[in-house]
């Protein structure tokens, strides 16, 4: 899972710095660069609950094989989309392909985490996945400057593919999806919702959303307004990440001994002043120095809402707590471009840096409290004698 996992994401990373200028060469209009990006999200939004549901039920490894070898195929798309119509499809089918794929694999790493030990499974997942987003535009601005952008969409394509087998020959299916429907795990959407810690994570996943999507959505562009080039910002994205990649473990690990709401809340605090002066930067070294403080923040809250999902999940059903829980961050990716694409054609694209740090200070305030009160290192683990409803739960 950590190898399929690290392929997808090096190919995504691939085409991150790349996306806006290759829609841009078409003559996509800054509101067009916002819905062509929004449109993967889009379709993840729809259907990344309904394939976690899917997989409570059906199991994991065909849905997670069938993504991979979708995503593979989608990619190669990318060279003949001709115009941002063709372009905005594209994106949405490889949504679609996306939503079979890493929030499964998340449901297979959260049946995998053992009790009181969430965060830090998911936080050793979580630096194969990252640290392939991070090499990922790296390799991306290379092979752009030396080969073209259709070499970035082959990339990504055999790295797709490569997942896909790994999926197709080194994964078992856990041993409870091969028993009869009474023995497999029961998942309702209804009851998710109900547990107020749950709601208070989509609202803060959302978000948060918001402004990351708007960060990587234009930063590129904004880098490229004062001379760094393509190159420039895929070192730019590739150090954010893989200090966020890293820096899992031991955030991993201290949201399993310490408390997971103040963790969240001083990581988001050094995302809001990181975001904040973004757009007071004008060279490389001062935008670098920002995106690594911008990865840190992001490192510390994502071991610690990762492992409340899990902990939520295996209660009621972790394919289903899994897909809300990327279908939240894909509502705030589908409408984080199409607010900062019409900030940047309206007002100037700094706005859109400040924009994604109120957004994310908003997120925060908002979690902190909806679970205030709530001991969420403990939250699903009452004893079989003193089971309590969600509302007790909260």
Same mark, same amino acid.
């Given at each position: 899972?950590?190898?399929? @996992?690290?392929?997808?994401?090096m190919?995504m990373?691939?085409?991150a710095?790349?996306?806006?200028?290759y829609?841009?060469?078409?003559?996509a209009?800054g =509101?067009?660069?916002g819905?062509?990006?929004s449109?993967y999200? =889009?379709?993840?939004l729809?259907f990344v609950?309904l394939?976690?549901?899917?997989?409570?039920?059906?199991?994991?490894?065909?849905i997670i094989g069938?993504?991979?070898?979708?995503?593979?195929?989608f #990619?190669?798309?990318?060279?003949?989309?001709?115009?941002?119509?063709l372009?905005?499809?594209?994106?949405?089918l490889? &949504?679609f392909?996306?939503?079979?794929?890493?929030?499964?694999?998340?449901?297979?790493?959260?049946?995998?985490?053992?009790?009181g $030990?969430?965060g830090r499974?998911?936080?050793?997942?979580n630096? #194969?996945r990252?640290?392939?987003?991070?090499m990922g535009?790296?390799?991306?601005g290379?092979?752009n400057?030396?080969?073209g !952008?259709?070499?970035?969409?082959?990339?990504?394509s055999?790295?797709?593919?490569l997942?896909?087998l790994?999926?197709?020959?080194?994964?078992?299916?856990?041993?409870v999806?091969?028993?009869?429907p009474?023995?497999?795990?029961?998942s309702?959407?209804k009851?998710?919702l109900?547990?107020k810690?749950?709601r208070?994570?989509?609202i803060?996943?959302?978000?948060s959303?918001? &402004?990351?999507? #708007?960060?990587?959505?234009?930063?590129?562009?904004? @880098?490229?307004?004062?001379?760094?080039?393509?190159? $420039?910002?895929?070192?730019?994205?590739?150090?954010?990440?893989?200090?966020?990649?890293?820096l899992? !473990?031991?955030f991993?690990?201290?949201a399993?001994k310490?408390?997971k709401?103040?963790?969240?809340m001083?990581?988001?605090a050094i995302t809001?002043?990181?975001?904040?002066l973004?757009?007071?930067?004008?060279n490389?070294?001062l935008?670098l120095l920002l995106?690594?403080l911008?990865?840190t923040g992001?490192?510390?809250?994502?071991p610690?809402t990762?492992a409340?999902?899990?902990?939520i999940?295996?209660?009621?059903?972790? &394919?289903?707590?899994?897909g809300?829980?990327? @279908?939240?961050?894909?509502?705030?990716m589908?409408?984080?471009p199409?607010?900062? &694409?019409?900030?940047?054609?309206?007002i100037g694209?700094?706005?859109?840096?400040?924009?994604?740090g109120?957004?994310t200070?908003?997120?925060?305030m908002i979690?902190?409290?909806?679970?205030?009160?709530?001991?969420l290192?403990?939250?699903?683990?009452p004893?079989?004698s $003193?089971?309590?409803?969600p509302?007790?739960?909260?």
């Open positions: 899972m950590a190898l399929s @996992a690290f392929a997808v994401m190919g990373g691939i085409i710095p790349l996306m806006p200028l829609a841009e060469s078409m003559g209009s =509101l067009w660069l819905i062509i990006f449109s999200s =889009l379709s993840r729809i609950p394939m976690g549901k899917i997989s409570d039920k059906k199991g994991r490894k065909k069938s993504g991979l070898l979708l995503y593979s195929i #990619s190669l798309a990318y060279v003949f989309a001709t115009n941002e119509y372009l905005t499809l594209v994106r949405f490889q &949504g392909a996306s939503a079979m794929t890493l929030p499964i694999i998340m449901a297979f790493i959260g049946d995998m985490s053992p009790k $030990q969430e499974f998911m936080g050793y997942f630096v #194969s990252f640290l392939g987003m991070g535009p790296l390799l991306g290379a092979l400057d030396s080969y !952008i259709n070499s970035a969409f082959y990339a990504l055999a790295l797709s593919a997942a896909f790994f999926t197709l020959f080194f994964l078992q299916e856990e041993e999806f091969l028993k009869s009474k023995e497999k795990p029961q309702s959407f009851k998710l109900q547990v810690v749950m208070g994570l989509l803060f996943r959302f978000v959303a918001l &402004g990351r999507g #708007s960060i990587l959505s234009f930063l590129a562009i904004y @880098a490229f307004s004062f001379g760094i080039t393509a190159f $420039q910002v895929g070192i730019i994205l590739t150090v954010n990440i893989v200090f966020l990649s890293f899992q !473990i031991p991993g690990k201290m399993d310490y408390s709401l103040k963790i969240i001083v990581g988001g809001v002043i990181s975001l904040m973004m757009p007071l930067t004008g490389f070294y935008l995106n690594v911008w990865g992001r490192a510390m809250g994502i610690a990762t409340i999902n899990t902990i999940g295996r209660k009621y059903g972790m &394919g289903s707590a899994m809300l829980f990327m @279908a939240a961050m894909s509502a705030g589908v409408v984080a199409l607010i900062s &694409g019409l900030l940047m054609q309206t694209i700094k706005f859109v840096f400040y924009f994604a109120f957004a200070l908003t997120g925060v979690f902190y409290f909806q679970v205030k009160g709530a001991n290192n403990t939250l699903a683990y004893t079989s $003193q089971l309590p409803t509302e007790v739960i909260d």
